[in-house]
């Protein structure tokens, strides 16, 4: 099963190069954040066209989540389960199982600057992230959480860690928040075959920062063990960052062996 995630950064501005890169990707599951759509726009029928059932969870201007998947799409949770949607949660998680694995599209929220009272609703969030898995997930079943998580996992996930050093997504509380998850029981599913340093899945659109080179990694595929031991392949497709309106985030996918 090749499972996919990617930040859009408005679904309206992005769908054709979506529909590009769906054409020759062929995810079977892709998990997109920052659709920035109402759940009524979200372009359910061209999805359709394409082989994909859909689930989106979307406010309208900002945020948005959304699942598509070619092996079933059942049991949509969109935000979290165990408390009602507020403006804290702001349209920033949905949940499905796809062919036997309950798959979560998350966005974690920005956070802006260490210290504000942005910086500590993201901690909060994550916070209630790991609680919502805790009390929905067992760790020992097919499971992956995917999406932007706004935060680079290590110093070798930044550019240069030094002219990051302590900023908001490289500071010790987020990356602590982030060990949570690992913890009760997800991998990161990328790192299951690549170890390099310098291999971002997000880049600036100002002063040349993708051709520089002056990215993060920040958008994971976090797998429970089970699935974790049966990584094959994975891949940042730097090319859809390329050309004409691109994201500022490439999609990264990761291709699970059947059990």
């Avoid at 165990?82 to 804290?88: A, I, N, Y």
């Avoid at 998580?149 to 509380?173: C, L, M, Q, Y």
């Avoid at 880049?203 to 031991?229: C, K, N, P």
Wanted: hydrophobic share 40%; charged share 25%.
């Amino acid at each position: 099963m090749r499972i996919a995630t990617w930040n859009v950064n408005s679904l309206k501005a992005r769908m054709p190069r979506v529909e590009e890169w769906l054409g020759y990707a062929q995810p079977d599951v892709i998990c997109m954040q920052e659709t920035k759509l109402t759940d009524a726009a979200f372009p359910t029928m061209a999805f359709t066209a394409m082989g994909y059932e859909s689930a989106h969870h979307g406010q309208g201007q900002w945020n948005g989540v959304a699942i598509l998947s070619k092996v079933g799409l059942d049991d949509v949770v969109a935000g979290f389960s165990d408390q009602k949607e507020d403006e804290e949660v702001e349209s920033r998680l949905i949940s499905a199982t796809c062919g036997g694995v309950r798959v979560s599209s998350v966005y974690v929220p920005n956070g802006r600057s260490v210290g504000s009272e942005h910086y500590e609703a993201k901690l909060a969030w994550l916070e209630r992230l790991s609680g919502h898995l805790i009390a929905t997930t067992d760790p020992k079943s097919d499971a992956v959480v995917c999406g932007d998580f706004n935060i680079a996992p290590e110093d070798r996930d930044v550019w240069d860690a030094k002219k990051v050093h302590g900023a908001t997504h490289v500071s010790d509380p987020e990356r602590k928040a982030l060990q949570v998850l690992l913890d009760w029981g997800l991998v990161d599913a990328f790192r299951q075959r690549y170890q390099q340093d310098k291999l971002f899945s997000w880049w600036d659109y100002r002063a040349g920062d993708f051709h520089q080179h002056r990215g993060m990694r920040i958008d994971l595929v976090l797998a429970t063990q089970s699935l974790a031991d049966r990584v094959e392949y994975a891949l940042i497709d730097r090319f859809a960052r390329k050309g004409k309106l691109p994201s500022d985030h490439a999609p990264l996918f990761v291709d699970f062996a059947d059990a």
